[in-house]
Each structure stands twice: as C-alpha cells, then as structure tokens.
C-alpha cells in the first residue's frame, strides 16, 4: 500500500484520471487495498455490528443498521481501526498528488450489505448526493458481483446539461423542500429511472474484486443494488472537496 505513489508514473497517467471522471462520472484507480487488510477490516466491522470491537482493535462509535437489519454503517471508521487510517492516509496522498489539490476529508463510512429477504427494500435507492459535483471514494472489501449489491450509475446523468433539464422539470427541487427540510434529489422515484432507461440513459455495474477502488462523483444517479447473496462489504471515503 505504500507504493501507491509509484503507481503514478507521468503527468500523462494523472490527466488520463482525471479525464476520464470528467468524462464517465467515475474512475477505477490503478491502485489496490491489500486482500490481508480488506480481511481485517471485514472481520472489523462484523466485531462492531457484534459489540467485539475491542478484540479487534477498534474503538466503539456510532453506528446505524437499516433496511431491516440488512445494512451496518460504522461512521469515522478512520478514526477506529488501524487499517483504514493506513489506507485513508495513502489514499489522501495520491489523490493529492493526481489532482495537485489536497482533498478534504470529511469521515470514512465502513459498511456491510446482507441479502436481503423477499423483495423487500428495493424501491426509493436511487439519488444523488449533490446538484453540484461531489466525489467520493469506494473501496470494496469483498468481490462484487451482480447480485451481492454492486454500486450502480445511470451515465451521463452527472454533466451539466442533464442536471440543469432535470432542475427546469422540477426533478431535483421542489418548493416544499424550504418546510420539510430536505431535497427531492435524495431519494428518487422508481418510475422516473423507469423512464430515463426507458428513453435511453444506461445503467453502469460496478462489480469488482476485493481491494479496488473507485473515484465516483456522486451528483451522478447512482444506488446501492440490492444485495441478493452473500454480503458486501466497503469503504467509503467522504471528501469536501476535491478538484
């Protein structure tokens, strides 16, 4: 992990990165989360959901679970377990040193999906994370596949043109959202995705191996699929800025 660094080897690599997260709305880095510490940081999160943690060398916190039990967040895992100080640590230098910026980080969210029963929980999933661009980073610590809830993007949902159509129709806001407190933009209606795919926008599968990692920015529409079989588990590294 603390070669990362290396991996950049011209100017040519860096502006090839950042141009095609311009371009597509996420880039896949050629860098790797070692498989030992993606193993470490899966059993650490089992250990918080379990109240092990001190066995694993991670300090309690808070934590949420939805979609009925299917899904453990662990906030500030960072600032927890040793692993992902590591890691967020290399990962804020090469980013800084693709970008020439030092990204601002805000907290690193561990999290665990589990199948879920039925067809329970697979409506309302669809958002975006902000109007204007927003980047995050995705570690997965376990395969993904197409069935154990890869992270999805309808593309070209993410550039400027779009965004602004789907303002004039009154997609993203809404006059209530001054008395209730939130955006129409951060939970979506499932007809609506319908009618994008519908009409021609295409759906992006991140599935993947355990150690990679995606810049993602999130003002793309994107979800968590849900899980169907096995698990998933990730990190997500939430930044203020970044470009």
Not at 1 to 10: G, K, L, P, V
Not at 34 to 52: L, Y
Not at 228 to 240: D, F, I, M, V
Request: hydrophobic share 35%; net charge positive; charged share 25%.
């Amino acid at each position: 992990m603390n070669n990362w660094i290396n991996h950049i080897a011209s100017s040519r690599v860096c502006s090839e990165l950042k141009s095609q997260l311009k371009r597509d709305g996420y880039v896949k880095l050629p860098v790797r989360f070692p498989e030992s510490d993606c193993k470490t940081v899966r059993e650490c999160i089992d250990a918080m959901e379990s109240g092990d943690h001190e066995t694993h060398s991670m300090e309690s916190g808070d934590n949420e679970i939805h979609y009925g039990d299917t899904e453990f967040r662990v906030w500030d895992l960072e600032k927890k377990q040793k692993s992902v100080a590591r890691f967020q640590s290399e990962l804020d230098l090469y980013l800084s040193t693709v970008t020439g910026r030092h990204p601002k980080l805000q907290t690193t969210l561990g999290i665990r999906n589990l199948a879920i029963p039925g067809g329970k929980f697979r409506e309302g999933r669809w958002h975006i994370d902000s109007f204007m661009p927003q980047f995050k980073a995705f570690c997965f610590l376990s395969d993904v596949s197409d069935r154990n809830g890869p992270l999805t993007l309808i593309l070209d949902t993410h550039v400027p043109r779009f965004k602004f159509t789907q303002l004039i129709r009154g997609i993203y806001f809404g006059i209530s959202d001054a008395f209730v407190g939130s955006r129409r933009y951060t939970k979506l209606n499932d007809n609506y995705i319908e009618s994008l795919i519908a009409n021609g926008c295409s759906l992006k599968e991140l599935t993947c191996s355990a150690g990679d990692i995606f810049i993602v920015n999130t003002s793309a529409i994107h979800r968590a699929k849900p899980c169907e079989h096995g698990k998933r588990y990730a990190l997500t590294s939430y930044y203020k800025s970044f470009f």
